[in-house]
């Protein structure tokens, strides 16, 4: 039996960490990119293809996808164009795969879909489990709920894993950089009223999630990629104070934080509080599933 995954976004944050760690585990991935000879060049260890016609053709003759392409949401001002960009970048790479694994003969194919913790919506204070319904009401949510749509399209015929992200925390990508800055200046801030649950998770989990999904055939439909302890906003404001040592409680309004973050203020100003029950059910072991540690882990590199 082949060996081969195929991986979008193979470029990227999680996708380069989980492309390693594949490879370790004795996957022969093929690393797809908008921009195959600059990836080439960054990791020369693996073979790259564009996202051409090569796409469908690799995609069918692996019958194995990791899907994590999309726009990086902190990239720039969300213009109607940019988040059209944010939105084709996500659905039609998975709408393209889904297509061609409909002709693979691999036996046991296999999707995994990157979606993101905004497709359940603002919910409050309400637990939201793996079986939370998606919505279209926040604009990435609703990107991200159509991207749901289109993987889960291909259930009924191969084995489709749509993975909700919560906030990925690591040291060297992500949002986390970004949100340490004011504490490294000295001043720490509580994003809003940091009342809202933020659904975050160490980068390491995130990782070994993922390629625990690939192996373990009990994980169907969408997936809950959050840290088992849900966290406020201002708990993750208080663990970076306390971990970098500086005070921590000066509230930024949401009217400034949105002026600051433009469109992408909807991934911290809302709350998301989201359960890994599936990963737990099935025995998943995170290695970070406190806030405290996981940020001081992250912090010491
Ligand atoms: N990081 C988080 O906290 C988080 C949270 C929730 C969900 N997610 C989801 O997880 C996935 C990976 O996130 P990440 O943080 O690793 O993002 P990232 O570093 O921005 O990487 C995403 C990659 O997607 C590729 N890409 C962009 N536009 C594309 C297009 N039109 N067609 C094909 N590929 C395209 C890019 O690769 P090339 O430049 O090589 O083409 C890029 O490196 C994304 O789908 C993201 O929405 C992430």
Redesign the pocket.
């Known amino acids: 039996m082949s060996n081969q995954i195929v991986v979008?976004?193979?470029?990227?944050?999680?996708?380069?960490h989980v492309c390693r760690v594949l490879r370790r585990l004795g996957w022969d991935v093929v690393g797809?990119?908008?921009?195959p000879e600059?990836?080439r060049e960054k990791h020369p260890d693996r073979p790259w293809i564009g996202?051409g016609s090569e796409l469908e053709t690799a995609v069918q003759h692996a019958g194995r996808v990791l899907d994590?392409?999309?726009?990086?949401?902190f990239?720039q001002p969300w213009t109607s164009d940019f988040v059209e960009?944010l939105r084709?970048?996500?659905i039609?790479?998975t709408v393209r795969i889904v297509d061609a694994l409909a002709r693979t003969r691999v036996r046991d194919p296999v999707l995994i879909t990157?979606?993101?913790?905004p497709a359940c919506g603002d919910g409050g204070d309400r637990e939201l489990a793996d079986d939370a319904p998606a919505r279209h009401e926040l604009v990435l949510g609703s990107i991200?709920a159509e991207r749901e749509d289109a993987a889960l399209r291909a259930a009924d015929r191969i084995r489709v894993a749509v993975?909700r992200?919560?906030?990925?925390l690591g040291p060297d990508?992500?949002?986390f950089p970004a949100l340490r800055r004011p504490f490294d200046a000295g001043r720490g801030v509580v994003l809003g009223s940091g009342r809202q649950w933020v659904p975050w998770i160490h980068l390491l989990d995130v990782v070994a999630l993922l390629t625990e999904v690939l192996a373990d055939p009990g994980y169907r439909g969408v997936v809950n990629a959050v840290a088992p302890q849900p966290a406020r906003h201002v708990d993750l404001a208080r663990a970076l104070g306390e971990v970098l040592g500086v005070s921590w409680q000066h509230h930024v309004p949401a009217a400034r934080v949105a002026r600051t973050w433009g469109g992408a203020s909807e991934l911290l100003l809302h709350s998301h509080r989201l359960v890994p029950a599936r990963a737990l059910e099935l025995g998943f072991a995170f290695a970070q599933p406190d806030l405290g540690g996981a940020v001081k882990d992250i912090v010491a590199g």
């Open positions: 979008t976004g193979a470029a990227g944050w999680i996708g380069g797809v990119s908008r921009s600059v990836a996202i994590l392409a999309g726009r990086n949401a990239e960009a084709s970048s996500r039609d790479p990157a979606s993101g913790y991200d993975m992200i919560g906030l990925v990508g992500g949002a």
